[in-house]
Nanobody, 124 residues
Framework: QVQLVESGGGLVQAGGSLRLSCAAS??????AGWFRQAPGKEREFVAAISWSSFTTHYADSAKGRFTISRDDARNMVYLQMNSLKPEDTGVYYCAARFAVYSDYVPAPSDFDSWGQGTQVTVSS
């Protein structure tokens, strides 16, 4: 079981940028992802990355603006968010799942480890 702790959220104006970080510990080989939840809405998938870092998936709303990455030691997962919009506002969660092979990326519903979340607020 991997423990995940998010950081880097905050308040930013529309068009600005933020980088979210997720620190992982107690883990083996895992794929990672980012989700977000706006008030009154279901949690939604944002981006995911394989253990190898060679495979990434993005929600349509994130493509071209957000980039998911991880460090060589696989202790950190990042979400670089550019050109932020008010509709990006929400609590952002880091997620993980054991990877049976290095290029594996889970379906959004298959992630099974979660951080506590970090708030991102984008003002218009």
């Amino acid at each position: 079981q991997v423990q995940l702790v998010e950081s880097g959220g905050g308040l930013v104006q529309a068009g600005g940028s933020l980088r979210l970080s997720c620190a992982a510990s107690g883990h083996s080989r895992y794929a990672a992802g980012w989700f977000r939840q706006a008030p009154g809405k279901e949690r939604e998938f944002v981006a995911a990355i394989s253990w190898s870092s060679f495979t990434t998936h993005y929600a349509d709303s994130a493509k071209g603006r957000f980039t998911i990455s991880r460090d060589d030691a696989r202790n950190m997962v990042y979400l670089q968010m550019n050109s932020l919009k008010p509709e990006d506002t929400g609590v952002y969660y880091c997620a993980a799942r054991f990877a049976v092979y290095s290029d594996y990326v889970p379906a959004p519903s298959d992630f099974d480890s979660w951080g506590q979340g970090t708030q991102v607020t984008v003002s218009s």
